[in-house]
């Protein structure tokens, strides 16, 4: 019953801190990378300026995946992101499942010097496109 009298006389506090949460979780998702929709994925793909990067685990990845793309694990990122210093310099696509780990992959590796995005809606966005995955690694 407290918490109702104390939010009723203090709004305007409430409200400033519910703006700052919102506006500390844009910042905080913007450091992973800009999100990149599906059909511009295919576009940037077919042009051959991007590189896809999918964290999904191996098993994931091999039973679907966006033709092109090249595994490293999320949970392999930070030992194996060197990988992607053999590749022609290009700007980076980070793609998961459903989302959930492509904004701290994309994170670290901005942290290392690469342009990221992130695939927004995942492996599971693309799916519901009806756009093609290759199976097999």
């Given at each position: 019953m407290n918490f109702f009298i104390f939010v009723s006389e203090q709004w305007l506090l409430i409200s400033v801190l519910m703006a700052l949460i919102y506006v500390l979780?844009?910042?905080e998702r913007g450091k992973g990378g800009k999100p990149i929709a599906q059909?511009?994925?295919v576009s940037l793909l077919n042009a051959e300026e991007v590189?896809?990067?999918d964290v999904r685990p191996a098993k994931e990845f091999a039973e679907g995946h966006i033709h092109g793309a090249i595994n490293i694990p999320h949970t392999k990122l930070a030992s194996r992101y060197i990988e992607l210093e053999r590749q022609p310099p290009k700007a980076l696509v980070v793609a998961d499942q459903y989302g959930q780990h492509a904004g701290s992959a994309g994170k670290l590796l901005a942290d290392k010097g690469y342009d990221?995005?992130?695939?927004?809606g995942g492996i599971?966005?693309?799916r519901s496109e009806n756009l093609p995955l290759v199976k097999g690694t």
């Open positions: 979780i844009i910042y059909h511009e994925l590189l896809l990067v990221v995005r992130r695939l927004d599971m966005e693309w």
